[in-house]
């Protein structure tokens, strides 16, 4: 149980086009999700926590502008990189938050999707 | 969220013990030790999470000291499959949290 996806896991894209990330929790209901970024040999950053049916919160130094997010529903929220350049390309991956039951409150991650921009 | 401070990188041979300490002075009372682990290119893996109790699962085990000012993820008999970075988190189970990760522990089981 508690299992995050993410789709797609790879994608390659060119420069000023926008690419969407999905990531979607498949057997537990999320009111929270997070969005982490990942550059190579360092840490993971959150960029923004989105909570379902409401405007995300962006951690700063993101621009919201460019890092558009949507919470859906329960199980699905999307990060869509808009306008797109090299600099934008790393690895993002997205936690979502338990909302009841054996896994209220705890973070499960999903696998990760990487962005390379050419 | 309390600091946590923990070894950049550690080697360990296969099928021995890894010890992997993490140091988190500033925890408050109702703050837990959370450990994750992230394999290269994958998202991290819960590991295991404890309050002041040492913790045992499938996984590893979870030693907190009596002040809970220090804490060491012991996997029993590394493997090659958990080289991987490991880090060591301390948060309260409840509010709205998200999970500051730090730089982690990089271990290394060699074979």
């Known amino acids: 149980g508690a299992v995050v996806s993410q789709h797609p896991s790879w994608v390659i894209c060119k420069s000023g086009t926008s690419v969407k990330i999905e990531c979607r929790s498949l057997d537990f209901q999320a009111t929270t999700m997070f969005w982490y970024r990942q550059f190579p040999k360092q840490s993971l950053m959150l960029m923004a926590t989105s909570n379902e049916g409401s405007k995300a919160t962006y951690e700063q130094g993101v621009e919201k502008d460019k890092f558009l997010i949507n919470h859906a529903s329960l199980t699905l929220s999307t990060l869509t990189v808009t306008s797109a350049h090299p600099e934008d390309s790393s690895f993002y991956i997205c936690?979502?938050?338990?909302?009841?039951?054996?896994?209220?409150?705890?973070?499960?991650f999903g696998p990760g999707t990487r962005l390379t921009v050419l | 969220d309390a600091k946590t401070t923990q070894p950049p990188s550690m080697d360990c041979a296969e099928g021995r013990a890894a010890n992997l300490p993490c140091n988190h002075s500033?925890?408050?009372?109702?703050?837990?030790v959370y450990w994750y682990r992230q394999i290269h290119s994958q998202g991290p893996q819960y590991i295991i999470h404890?309050?002041?109790n040492n913790e045992t699962n499938e996984m590893a085990s979870l030693i907190i000291t009596e002040d809970r000012k220090s804490s060491t993820l012991i996997l029993p008999h590394a493997t090659l499959r958990d080289t991987a970075v490991y880090y060591c988190i301390v948060r309260p189970q409840t509010g709205a949290n998200n999970l500051f990760f730090g730089t982690g522990t990089r271990l290394t089981v060699i074979p």
């Open positions: 500033t925890i408050s009372g109702n703050e837990y």
């Open positions: 404890g309050l002041k």
């Open positions: 936690s979502a938050r338990g909302l009841g039951g054996e896994v209220y409150n705890e973070q499960f």
